[in-house]
């Protein structure tokens, strides 16, 4: 069964990363990509939420979702 559950993560996974990627390329060719990125760079919120997803090619996520990097 474990076995099973992590073939499911990594399907999504490699999913998610192919989604992403293919959101980064659509910002490339949209005329407002910097507009936007700036947007998102300057606001950390989109109506009381937490900014998160790919915005001007860039990818945001909300704080409490990174990864730690130890020193």
Do not use: D
């Amino acid at each position: 069964m474990k076995q099973e559950s992590t073939i499911k993560h990594c399907e999504r996974t490699g999913l998610n990363k192919n989604r992403k990627a293919e959101a980064i390329h659509i910002c490339h060719t949209c005329p407002v990509m910097m507009q936007c990125r700036k947007y998102a760079e300057t606001n950390n919120q989109i109506c009381g939420y937490p900014l998160q997803g790919i915005w001007g090619g860039k990818e945001f996520t909300p704080r409490k979702y990174r990864r730690r990097i130890p020193r």
